[in-house]
């Protein structure tokens, strides 16, 4: 009750301060685009004309968009004025409605002046940006000539540089503590919105400025909505001499251990289209560049040796007003060899355990993509609509075959001799042979392919002479997949009387298929004035989906020609059916088909709140939405054939506020939300899975729903001078979450598992950045950020034979520091920086090693530009850990890595060469420590190497 009490305070509340000013001033308001760029215009002059052309009032825009008070409807001229572009002129009619005391009069085109007053504002920019960014309205412009880039760099290496950015490993961008939901290519999605494809193919040199902003959609944008601030994205735009006509850009290089590389990005590119194509090949599996001042470690290095082929094409059509269509096709086709060779140790509080084992992989997979998304806008008209709709299809044929050995030990066997070439000779007379507890191989095959298919669309239409519009939302989806899955595996337990040997041919048969649909319809009731707004969004949402798949198993090693030790290579099954099904594993293998119905009924509330004298905005949303589930599942499994239904209620209440300055380009939000869900119905059927007979897994028919809660605070700052400063709290809790606890048995090392709800899992988070020229200059920047993260987890664990399980809590607390440094001047810049992390973790149990350890690294990077066309980018890192327990973990390697690059053709042609890893201290080995224990890995993966290659450019214009 107090809950409904409070949200009905703060509507009136709400209302009241909306309504309060009742005596609402009429106005005529609009939006200032580029005519061929279809950006919105700032510090345009527009003039209120009378139709014999006296001016009557005038203002400036502020991001394109603009208000002007007016109280008379009749018929009008506007004039427009801005250094840049061409004076307009508009005839305009003006009329006011009960419901829109503002007469919207849509968007407003001026065009571009070409004249030799541009040459001269050119030379002006070229000078004035060298500041790395500035704010322009809401927008932070980072100018990309100011930062200096080795030669060849893509465009991540720029993003890495820009103060305030962070690019994860996953190529997911965060700016200003948040999420950039997309990387657009002058203003527009790229290869529907794959941030990565941009990232590794577009060179940084074709980079004027790099834009962030809340981007919203055109028709939000047409309705002048000021409760909706879009999604955070990042605009990345071409010089001028880019971005028309022809642009290319083909590399290609060689290298020692066979390493090689190839890549074209080419677009022609006008004011209302795009076509671009890309290929990718290579065998490097290495992100990194020379020079470049990332955040990358040796443990960064990705397992195995890959190839990896990429070919794709992007179609971009719109005429700046009523249409945009985007289309793109992309292959992938990649080839993986892993090997790997691992020892480590379990902590266990009865005595550890040590295994030893090595595996081999390959991989080969064929992916393709293809998606259309076309968008139509009717804005200029009273009643305004938009269509929107994105199709998509991708198909993927993988295959991987392996084999794996291994063996676990009840002493530490490094003292034992190479146990692994000994370790399925006959006899008992080796030393390990009476530490032995368990010794294994297997080899696979996994086959199979997998389709999908999605379709969404968006229909939004204004209600005639009001601010009011409707929104219909559709959705579906369809899936497909079908994986033939082949193991053989042997295990033997030597000095265990119960269980010897245990040996397993398995043919498994996984098909899937599945699809889901749903609709939404909203009405959105805004009533803005010149200092506040209020929308309110009531909606309905349903959706369905279906979900079919099954397991069929046949222990093929029941047959004699299957058997062992000798029988048919793995992959060959019996010629027909009855022979399969007569081996049939009715205890493991199952059907299934799960109806999901959803229902979400719920409002949204927006109140936005602009004080014109201290310019400062004040914004709340509120999401109170409601989720009523109904699951059903069939499931067939040996003699079981059941029914397992759920219903459910889920509240998932969310809140943001949030405050801007608008001078000081400072923005403070807090924000809560709360999510559920309910536990997959599979995990709920009591049965045991004993497929593979190192892991029993049993089902649970208790689990409850899994509810979360967030919160989080962030701050930023754009201050004088070149200087940004952020903050962000977070803290995340979990009632009923989900996890597998485990029991393990020392003496056979198999484990027995079961999902089980644990709750008091939580974490927090707090982090400070802040970045500054520190001398006149502006030669010289500091950057600097401070990270804390505190992690209370909490686990299911027992050692026993049979399932017998405690809980245990583990507290990790995790303090990394990130100081860097840059100095840049004309024909040279030098950088240095330092990172180092702390970890601190400890538990109750008795078993658990106390891991209080630094891991950190330290050192410069620094590039020259040389006489006749010569350029030397070099960076220098020491990587070292200290405090493990085990000396081996205790490491330094310092590794060099240098890039020489000759510049011809008036810059179009260069030739570079690279040299990773120049004193041979980067290792393949990686060593990890955990709560459960401690892993020595090594991959097979070349992290020394040299490569030759060269990169030609080519720009054509077209003559004006």
């Keep these: 009750m107090k809950k409904q009490t409070i949200l009905f305070l703060m509507l009136a509340i709400m209302f009241g301060a909306t309504s309060a000013q009742g005596q609402r001033t009429r106005s005529i308001s609009g939006l200032v685009k580029n005519l061929f760029t279809n950006e919105n215009i700032n510090n345009v002059r527009v003039y209120l004309l009378q139709k014999d052309s006296t001016a009557i009032d005038s203002m400036n825009t502020g991001s394109g968009y603009f208000r002007m008070p007016w109280e008379k409807p009749g018929e009008y001229l506007l004039r427009f004025e801005h250094e840049d572009f061409e004076t307009a002129y508009h005839p305009i009619t003006v009329k006011f409605y009960r419901r829109a005391p503002n007469t919207d009069l849509g968007f407003f085109y001026m065009r571009k002046k070409y004249e030799l007053k541009e040459q001269v504002m050119d030379e002006i920019v070229v000078k004035a940006t060298k500041v790395k960014f500035y704010m322009n309205g809401d927008t932070v412009v980072y100018d990309a000539s100011a930062f200096r880039l080795a030669e060849g760099s893509m465009l991540d290496k720029l993003i890495e540089k820009l103060p305030g950015v962070e690019i994860k490993d996953d190529g997911r961008i965060f700016a200003k503590g948040k999420f950039v939901t997309s990387l657009l290519l002058n203003g527009e999605a790229f290869f529907g919105n794959n941030s990565k494809v941009l990232l590794e193919n577009l060179p940084a040199m074709t980079v004027d400025k790099v834009k962030v902003y809340n981007k919203k959609d055109k028709f939000n944008e047409a309705m002048q909505l000021k409760a909706d601030e879009g999604n955070l994205v990042m ?91 985007s289309t793109n096709v992309q292959v992938t086709h990649l080839h993986a060899d892993n090997r790997q060779r691992t020892s480590g140790e379990n902590f266990l509080s009865e005595g550890n355990t040590f295994k030893e084992s090595s595996s081999n992989s390959r991989n080969d997979s064929w992916q393709m993509n293809a998606s259309h998304a076309l968008e139509i806008n009717r804005l200029q008209e009273k009643g305004k609509l938009q269509l929107t709709t994105n199709t998509s299809f991708s198909y993927n044929k993988n295959k991987t075959n392996g084999t794996s050995t291994g063996a676990n030990f009840s002493v530490n066997p490094e003292n034992l001799g190479n146990v692994m070439d000994s370790l399925f000779l006959e006899g008992n007379n080796f030393d390990f042979y009476k530490y032995l507890l368990m010794r294994g191989y297997a080899d696979y095959i996994y086959k199979g392919d997998h389709m999908n298919a999605k379709f969404n669309g968006v229909f939004s239409k204004q209600i005639a002479h009001t601010y009011d519009f409707l929104r219909i939302f559709l959705d579906a989806s369809w899936n497909k997949a079908d994986y033939d899955i082949f193991q053989r595996i042997y295990y033997n337990y030597p000095n265990n009387q119960i269980a010897t040997t245990d040996y397993r041919n398995m043919y498994r048969d996984t098909p899937q298929k599945s699809y889901n649909y749903s609709a939404r319809a909203e009405y959105r009731f805004y009533l803005p004035t010149r200092t506040q707004s209020l929308d309110l969004t009531p909606y309905y949402q349903y959706g369905q989906s279906f979900n079919s798949g099954s397991e069929r198993i046949y222990q093929l090693g029941e047959y004699g020609a299957w058997g062992f030790p000798n029988g048919h290579d793995i992959g060959i099954i019996p010629s027909t059916e009855d022979s399969l099904y007569q081996v049939l594993d009715v205890q493991n293998s199952y059907n299934q088909g799960r109806h999901d119905f959803k229902h979400k009924p719920g409002v949204r509330l927006a109140w936005d709140n602009f004080n014109t004298e201290k310019k400062h905005k004040w914004s709340v949303y509120i999401e109170p939405p409601m989720r009523i589930e109904h699951y059903a599942m069939d499931y067939q499994r040996n003699k079981l054939d059941t029914t397992i239904t759920r219903n459910v209620v889920f509240f998932e209440p969310y809140v943001k506020l949030t405050h801007k300055t608008k001078d000081k380009h400072d923005d403070l939000s807090l924000t809560y939300l709360c999510n559920s869900y309910a536990p997959d119905l599979s995990s709920l059927v009591s049965v045991v899975d004993d497929k593979d007979p190192m892991n029993t897994i049993y089902g649970n028919p208790d689990l409850k729903n899994t509810t979360n809660h967030s919160l989080a605070l962030t701050y930023s700052n754009f201050l004088k001078g070149q200087r940004t400063v952020s903050a962000n709290m977070s803290y995340n809790y979990s009632k009923n979450a989900v996890i597998m606890g485990y029991s393990y048995d020392r003496n ?20 400070v950045g802040f970045s500054s020229p520190v001398d006149k200059q502006k030669k010289i920047t500091l950057y600097t950020n401070t990270n804390a993260i505190y992690v209370n987890s909490v686990d299911l664990f027992g050692e026993d034979q049979t399932y017998r399980v405690m809980k245990y809590k583990v507290k990790s607390l995790y303090l990394t520091e990130n100081l860097r440094a840059e100095m840049r001047y004309d024909k040279w810049s030098v950088g240095l920086k330092g990172v180092a992390t702390w970890t601190h973790s400890n538990s109750e149990r008795k078993d658990f090693e106390t891991i209080n350890a630094v891991d950190f690294n330290y050192g410069m990077t620094g590039r020259v530009e040389l006489p006749w066309g010569m350029e030397v980018n070099t960076d220098l890192t020491m990587f070292s850990r200290r405090g493990y327990t085990s000396a081996d973990m205790n490491t330094n390697e310092l590794v060099w890595n ?42 097979n993966v070349i992290p020394r190497y040299a490569l030759l290659h060269v990169v030609y450019r080519f720009n054509v214009n077209k003559k004006k």
Excluded at 283 to 292: I, Q, V
């Design 748 to 767: 056979t090392t198999k484990k027995i598992s079961r999902p089980e709800n644990i709750s008091g899992r939580w974490n927090t988070q707090m982090s």
């Design 235 to 325: 605009d990345v735009r071409l010089k001028k001499e880019y971005s028309t006509g022809y642009v290319g850009n083909m590399e290609g290089g060689y290298g020692t251990d066979n390493r090689y590389m190839g890549r074209l990005f080419a677009s022609r590119f006008t004011p209302f289209s795009r076509i671009s194509v890309l290929a990718n090949v290579n065998n490097l599996n290495d992100e990194r560049t020379p020079g470049a001042n990332s955040n990358w470690t040796p443990g960064n290095n990705t397992n195995g040796l890959q190839e990896r082929q990429i070919a794709g094409i992007n179609h971009f059509l719109t005429d700046n007003k009523i249409y945009k269509s």
């Design 898 to 939: 240098m890039r020489i690059a000759k510049k011809m053709m008036d810059g179009n042609l260069s030739v570079m060469l690279d040299g990773f890893d120049l004193l041979g201290q980067l290792s393949s080995v990686r060593n990890v420590i955990t709560a459960e224990g401690r892993t020595e890995t090594w991959n």
